[in-house]
């Protein structure tokens, strides 16, 4: 079984910054992609970042236009960690923040999902 835990949410006021991280444990052995998703009231998941597969904190990232510059992923390939790092915050980045990551797997890749940490910001 595979399990994705996000942590790191709360309620921080314009410009401020928070650092989302999420931890993968169970049978999950090599991993490719991970990325952030997040969702807001009454709107889709949207992604937020990505990065590949590399060395710990390595690899190519992919950013969402109104994140860019403002936010940035990392990983812990032996951790089987990545995070969020979000600084600047707006009121528009109010959401459920959500985990992925990808599997590499023999008979193709699998997508898991973490449960979600809430993100609010508010003066």
């Known amino acids: 079984q595979v399990q994705l835990v996000e942590s790191g949410g709360g309620l921080v006021q314009p410009g401020g910054s928070l650092r989302l991280s999420c931890a993968a444990s169970g049978s999950i052995r090599s991993i490719n992609t991970m990325a952030w998703y997040r969702q807001s009231p009454g709107k889709e998941r949207e992604l937020v970042a990505s990065?590949?597969?590399?060395?710990?904190?390595?690899?190519?990232?992919n950013y969402a236009d109104p994140v860019k510059g403002r936010f940035t992923i990392s990983r812990d390939n032996a951790k089987k960690m990545v995070f969020l790092q979000m600084d600047s915050l707006k009121p528009e980045d109010t959401a459920i923040y959500f985990c992925?990551?990808?599997?590499?797997?023999?008979?193709?890749?699998?997508?898991?999902w973490g449960q979600g940490t809430a993100v609010t910001v508010s003066s």
């Open positions: 992925s990551v990808e599997e590499f797997r023999l008979a193709g890749p699998r997508k898991y």
């Open positions: 990065i590949s597969s590399g060395g710990s904190r390595h690899g190519e990232t």
